[in-house]
């Protein structure tokens, strides 16, 4: 891959969110929403410290300028309230299926679940991502019990390719999914 280093994420507006930068102002709402069972459950397993959620959020923030993409904060577009994330990551996971593609994906507060906002960003950001990031085809990894993220990734174009585990989490039984670079 080669992807033109960004300062930050660009800012994007569907119809009812604005997708923009993390800063470090969100760090309690991202707290919140992480710390959320709803949130946490298929994704960390658990809640999570003060400091992992600030590492977290520090390379989310980081992969803009490494990798010329990253994740957005999504925010409610009328009010400006954080609701999640959503957007691409490098990871660099160890899974019984190898991923060396980006990885697409996303995570809304519960109470935001469920009224279609993860399928409008997470298609604003596979947009984004068909112009602007330089790799034939990007990835998603989902646990296999969250059948609502599946929907997600399935009504924005992605198919199933394999069942798979991170080799430091067997225990986790996940499905990758793969999605081709549409045309710009």
């Given at each position: 891959?080669?992807?033109?280093?960004?300062?930050?994420?660009?800012v994007?507006?569907?119809?009812?969110?604005?997708?923009?930068?993390f800063?470090a102002?969100?760090?309690?709402?991202?707290?919140?929403?992480?710390?959320?069972?709803?949130?946490y459950?298929?994704?960390?397993?658990?809640?999570?410290s003060?400091?992992?959620h600030?590492g977290?959020?520090?390379g989310l923030?980081?992969?803009w300028p490494?990798?010329?993409?990253?994740?957005?904060?999504?925010?409610?577009r009328?009010?400006g309230?954080l609701?999640?994330?959503?957007g691409?990551?490098?990871?660099?996971r160890?899974?019984?299926?190898?991923?060396?593609?980006?990885?697409l994906?996303?995570?809304l507060?519960?109470t935001?679940?469920g009224r279609?906002?993860?399928?409008?960003?997470?298609l604003a950001?596979?947009?984004?991502g068909?112009?602007?990031?330089?790799a034939?085809?990007t990835?998603?990894?989902?646990?296999?019990?969250?059948?609502a993220?599946?929907n997600v990734a399935?009504k924005?174009?992605?198919?199933?390719?394999?069942?798979?585990h991170?080799?430091d989490?067997?225990?986790?039984?996940?499905?990758l999914?793969h999605?081709?670079?549409?045309?710009p």
């Open positions: 891959m080669n992807n033109t280093p960004r300062a930050a994420a660009p994007i507006e569907t119809q009812r969110l604005t997708l923009r930068s800063t102002e969100d760090f309690p709402d991202f707290c919140r929403i992480w710390n959320e069972e709803g949130v459950r298929h994704i960390a397993g658990k809640p999570q003060e400091s992992v600030w977290r959020l520090t923030m980081g992969h490494l990798n010329g993409f990253g994740t957005w904060a999504v925010a409610d009328e009010t309230q609701l999640g994330q959503c691409y990551l490098f990871l660099r160890e899974m019984l299926v190898p991923m060396p593609e980006p990885e994906g996303w995570a507060t519960t935001h679940q279609g906002l993860g399928t409008e960003a997470a950001c596979a947009c984004w068909d112009a602007n990031i330089d034939d085809k990835a998603c990894i989902i646990d296999t019990v969250n059948t993220s599946a399935r924005i174009g992605y198919t199933y390719s394999a069942d798979t991170f080799l989490r067997p225990e986790l039984e996940i499905q999914f999605r081709k670079r549409l045309a």
